[in-house]
C-alpha cells in the first residue's frame, strides 16, 4: 500500500494565512483567542487558590485541561462501498486508509494530528506502534478477517492541517456490512460523536439501513454533513433526479432542507464547497463547544468557591453552640435529601420497567411471519439453481427478516428513547429540586444567600439510543445444498422448502429476541449512568456545605488568629473566584 501526498491539489497550509478554498487559515493562537483567555483565567484560579483550597485548584485544573484537550469527535459513516475512506483520504491529503469495492474497512480508525505515527490498540489492552504502509494488514476485512488479530482501535497521527483544530476523524465500518461484527465495532463509536459526516452514492439507491440511519442523525443537536458521492459515473440529468429525491427523504426526516454535498471523491469534483464548510465547522464549531463547556465549568466552580466563602464567613460568627445545632440540623436535612433521592431513583426504575413490560408485549405479539412471506421464500427455493440454492435461500430469507424486523426496530427504538428521556427529565427534575433545598436550608440556617447550583446531566447520556447494528442473517454453510445432493427429485425441493419455512420464523424470533435484550441493556445502562451521575451530584453539594461550615467550625474553636486568617482567605478565594467568573463572562 503506497501512502504519499494526494497529487494534483494544493492542500491546507499549516501556520499560514494564505486562504485555501476562500477560507484563511491563521495561526492556531490567533484562532482561538477566547480559549486562551479561559485557559489563562482557570490556570489562574488554580494558582490563586492551591494554597487555600487544594481540592478546588485539582477542579480548576480538571476544567484547564478539559478544555486543553476534550476530543471532538466527527464520525464518518454510511454503508459499505460509499467511499467514506476515499473522502477521508482526501481531507487529510494522504493515501493512508485502504479502499476498495468490498466492505474494506472492519475497525474503526481514529485520525488525529501530531507527528506521524500508525497505533494499534487491540481488546486486551495493549498497543502496537506500526508503519503507515502496514495499517491495511490491520483495519481491513480481507487482511483481517472477522478481526482475527483482535484489533480494538487503529490511531494514526498526521501533521495533516485539516486535522490541527484537535478533531479527531473516526473512519467507521460500513452498516450495511455482511459482516456483522463491522457494524457493532461502528455503533458505539457513532453513539458519541460530536459531529457526523454521512457518505452515499449517487449510483445507489438509498437502502432502507442509509434511511434508518438518517432517521436517527435527525434526533441529534449535533452537525451532521451529507454527502453524495460518485457524481462521476452519472448524466447530468440523473444526477439532478437523484439530488432531488435525497434531498427530499432528508427534509422529510429533518422537518426542514438539508444541505447536501454532490461530490465525486475520486476525481474531487464538488469536493471544494465540502471541505470549505467542514474546515469551517472544525474551526468554529470546535471552539465554540469547548467555550460553551469552559464557561459553563469555571462559572459553576466561581460559584462554588463564593457559596463555601459566604457559608464560612457566616459561620464564623455564630456561637459554638450555634454551629453544633445548626450543622447538625444540615446533616439531618442531607440525610433526608439523600433518603429522598433513593425514592426517585426507585420511581425511576419503575417508569423504566413500566416501559420495557410494554416493549415486551409488543415485541411477543410480533414473530408471526407472514403468508406472503412464506410464499416468497417457498418460490425462491423453487426456482433456484441447485448451484445457487444456499446464497439464493440466505438472500431471500434475510431480505424477509428485514422487512419484518427493520421498521420494528426503528419504531421501538424511537418509543424506547422518546419515553426513557421524559422519564429521565422528569427525574433529572426531581434531582434539581433535592439539591435546590440543600441550598436553602443552608441559606436558612447560615442566613446566607447562597448562588443556585444547576445540575449537569452525565456527558455519557448524550445519544444513549442512537444507533443499533442492522439485521444480519448467518449463512447455513450449505445446508440446502447438501438436501439436494441426499435427496433426490421434488423430495430434496420439499425438504428444503420445509426447512427454509423453518428457518424465516426462527430468524424472525432471534431477531426478535436480539432487539429486546439490545434494548433492555441499553436502557438499564442509561438508567444505571443517570442514577449514578445524579447522586454523586447530590452527595457531593451536600458534602462541600458540610465541609465548609466544619472548616469555620474548627477555626472558630481555635484562637482568634485563625479566625481571622480564616476570613482573609475567604476573601482570597473570593476574589479570585469574581475574576474567573469575569473572563467566562467575557471570553
Not at 412464506?374 to 448451484?387: G, H, L, N, V
Request: charged share 30%; glycine share 6%.
Amino acid at each position: 500500500m503506497v501512502i504519499a501526498p494526494l497529487s494534483g491539489r494544493q492542500g491546507y497550509r499549516a501556520r499560514s494565512s494564505e486562504p485555501f478554498l476562500g477560507v484563511a487559515v491563521t495561526d492556531v493562537k490567533q484562532e482561538h483567542d477566547s480559549l486562551a483567555v479561559l485557559a489563562g483565567a482557570a490556570e489562574t484560579l488554580a494558582r490563586s487558590v492551591e494554597a487555600d483550597a487544594p481540592q478546588l485548584a485539582e477542579e480548576a485544573h480538571g476544567v484547564l485541561g478539559r478544555l486543553r484537550e476534550r476530543r471532538f469527535e466527527v464520525g464518518v459513516v454510511g454503508e459499505f462501498n460509499r467511499g467514506k475512506s476515499t473522502l477521508l483520504n482526501l481531507l487529510v491529503d494522504r493515501f493512508v486508509l485502504p479502499a476498495g469495492v468490498l466492505p474494506v474497512t472492519s475497525i474503526v480508525t481514529e485520525l488525529t494530528y501530531g507527528d506521524e505515527e500508525a497505533k494499534i490498540v487491540f481488546e486486551d489492552g495493549t498497543d502496537e506502534v506500526i508503519d503507515l504502509t502496514e495499517i491495511e494488514r490491520y483495519v481491513s476485512e480481507e487482511a483481517n478477517p472477522g478481526n482475527a488479530r483482535r484489533v480494538h482501535t487503529a490511531r494514526i497521527a498526521l501533521p495533516a492541517p485539516m486535522l490541527r483544530h484537535g478533531a479527531v476523524l473516526v473512519d467507521t465500518p460500513g452498516v450495511g456490512s455482511i459482516f456483522r461484527h463491522n457494524s457493532e465495532l461502528a455503533r458505539e463509536t457513532i453513539l458519541h460523536a460530536d459531529g457526523a459526516v454521512m457518505v452515499m452514492s449517487a449510483d445507489t439507491p438509498i437502502t432502507d439501513a442509509e434511511r434508518s440511519l438518517i432517521k436517527l442523525l435527525s434526533r441529534r443537536s449535533q452537525r451532521t454533513f451529507f454527502v453524495l458521492n460518485r457524481i462521476d459515473f452519472l448524466e447530468a440529468d440523473e444526477l439532478e433526479r437523484v439530488r432531488w429525491f435525497v434531498e427530499n427523504v432528508l427534509t422529510e426526516a429533518f422537518g426542514q432542507p438539508q444541505q447536501l454535498y454532490c461530490l465525486s471523491a475520486r476525481t474531487r469534483a464538488g469536493f471544494e464547497p465540502f471541505a470549505q464548510a467542514f474546515e469551517e465547522f472544525l474551526t468554529n464549531g470546535l471552539d465554540e463547544a469547548r467555550l460553551s463547556l469552559a464557561r459553563r465549568d469555571l462559572a459553576a466552580l466561581a460559584d462554588r468557591i463564593e457559596n463555601e466563602c459566604a457559608l464560612e464567613e457566616s459561620a464564623l460568627t455564630l456561637t459554638a453552640a450555634e454551629l453544633d445545632e445548626k450543622l447538625a440540623e444540615f446533616r439531618r436535612a442531607a440525610e433526608s435529601q439523600n433518603e429522598s433521592f433513593a425514592d426517585d431513583c426507585v420511581l425511576f426504575e419503575h417508569a423504566s420497567q413500566r416501559m420495557l413490560a410494554e416493549l415486551e408485549e409488543r415485541i411477543a405479539g410480533a414473530d408471526q411471519v407472514s403468508d406472503a412471506a412464506f410464499s416468497r421464500i417457498r418460490q425462491a427455493a423453487e426456482e433456484a439453481p441447485a448451484a445457487e440454492i444456499d446464497a439464493t435461500l440466505d438472500k431471500a430469507i434475510e431480505d424477509e427478516v428485514k422487512a419484518v424486523i427493520e421498521p420494528m426496530r426503528r419504531q421501538e427504538e424511537f418509543e424506547i428513547e422518546r419515553t426513557w428521556r421524559r422519564a429521565a427529565e422528569r427525574f433529572e427534575r426531581a434531582t434539581q429540586r433535592r439539591v435546590d433545598r440543600l441550598g436553602e436550608t443552608a441559606g436558612d440556617l447560615f442566613h446566607v444567600d447562597l448562588r443556585p447550583v444547576e445540575l449537569a446531566q452525565p456527558a455519557n447520556q448524550r445519544g444513549r439510543f442512537f444507533y443499533s447494528s442492522p439485521v444480519h442473517v448467518e449463512p447455513t454453510g450449505g445446508a440446502f445444498g447438501r438436501f439436494l445432493r441426499q435427496l433426490s427429485g421434488r423430495n430434496g425441493r420439499r425438504r428444503v422448502i420445509e426447512t427454509g419455512d423453518q428457518r424465516l420464523t426462527e430468524e424472525v424470533r432471534r431477531h426478535l429476541e436480539r432487539l429486546r435484550d439490545d434494548l433492555v441493556a441499553r436502557t438499564a445502562d442509561a438508567n444505571r449512568s443517570l442514577a449514578e451521575g445524579m447522586g454523586e451530584q447530590v452527595r457531593h453539594i451536600g458534602d462541600a456545605i458540610t465541609q465548609a461550615v466544619e472548616r469555620a467550625q474548627a477555626a472558630k474553636a481555635s484562637a482568634i488568629d485563625d479566625q481571622r486568617a480564616q476570613r482573609d482567605r475567604a476573601q482570597r478565594l473570593r476574589a479570585a473566584a469574581t475574576a474567573a467568573r469575569t473572563a467566562a463572562g467575557e471570553a
